[in-house]
């Protein structure tokens, strides 16, 4: 490996960890939110905590840092290696990301979700959050794989197999709680059947799984990441010190005198 081409690893390796850390950011809070919403649904048999989390005015920042840490985060991982199939996922990311983007300001001109899209605009956003948490899994898998954790293949094996039960649960969702009948755009049915409910509870578990184990991946790709960087970084550390003492011992050998020059200096004092 030349200079050059360590360098390049160096920084390949740092952006991929500056790219992990922002969505490890984005992820964790958002991640922590769904919990405590789920766990007062099915534990607390009631939906206070997530009535009391909806008007909590501290939360209004969760969404833009998640829209926004994960934007950075997948343009950061974008073109890092040459690999082709690591170049469309990160590519068709990015671009959910920049739709989520495009989502977001949409909310921010209706907050009350109160629009004739606003229901059918929610509804496709989820849509892309099961691709982007089967993405996520297949790019954290690959880089934790790559940098030696053999368990990461399987574990993002099992959350890609699982986000695809849940996005084809999802579907039915979908079909069940909107009116197809009445064209663009498209609104809820105005009675929701029963059965519907447990498939909507069924819905949000294998979300809130996907997402616990899509976070764990990010996180452990960004720590396994920050490892490496370190490594090489102290090995870099190492190279130049030896360097350094080999110029300096390069420098006081040219500065002593060869032994032909003391021999006559000896000579003529004699």
């Known amino acids: 490996m030349t200079e050059q081409r360590y360098d390049d690893y160096l920084r390949t390796y ?3 960890r500056t790219g992990f850390l922002s969505l490890a950011v984005g992820l964790v809070p ?12 099915v534990l ?12 909590a005015t501290w939360l209004d920042w969760l969404p833009t840092l998640t829209t926004w840490s994960t934007l950075i985060g997948a343009t950061l991982l974008w073109g890092r290696w040459d690999n082709s199939s690591w170049q469309r996922r990160t590519s068709l990311l990015m671009t959910m990301c920049l739709i989520d983007v495009g ?7 209706d907050p009350q979700g109160i629009g004739d899209w ?3 605009r929610g509804r496709f956003g989820n849509a892309l959050g099961w691709a982007e948490v089967a993405l996520l899994a297949s790019l954290s898998g690959d880089f934790l794989t790559h940098l030696g954790v053999e368990q ?6 099992s959350t890609r197999s699982l986000a695809a039960s849940g996005a084809m649960i999802w579907l039915l969702l979908f079909c069940e709680t909107a009116n197809l009948r009445d064209g663009w755009p498209i609104k809820p049915n105005a009675q929701i059947p029963r059965q519907t409910l447990l ?12 997402l616990i184990q899509i976070t764990a991946l990010v996180v452990a790709a960004f720590r396994q990441s920050d490892h490496q960087v370190r ?6 550390r190492i190279r130049e010190d030896v360097l350094f003492s080999l110029t300096d011992a390069d420098v006081d050998s040219a500065d002593r005198p060869a032994p032909a020059e003391r021999a006559g200096s000896r000579d003529s004092g004699a």
């Open 231 to 236: 490594d090489m970084e102290a090995d870099d």
């Open 152 to 157: 990461a293949e399987e574990s993002a094996k």
């Open 14 to 16: 740092q952006l991929c």
């Open 44 to 55: 607390v048999g009631d939906r206070q905590i997530e009535i009391w989390l909806q008007q």
């Open 199 to 210: 498939l909507s509870l069924g819905t949000n578990l294998i979300w809130i799984i996907c």
């Open 103 to 109: 989502i977001w300001f949409l909310d921010l001109g």
């Open 118 to 120: 606003a229901w059918f």
């Open 30 to 41: 958002f991640a922590l939110l769904q919990v405590s919403i789920i766990v007062g649904q």
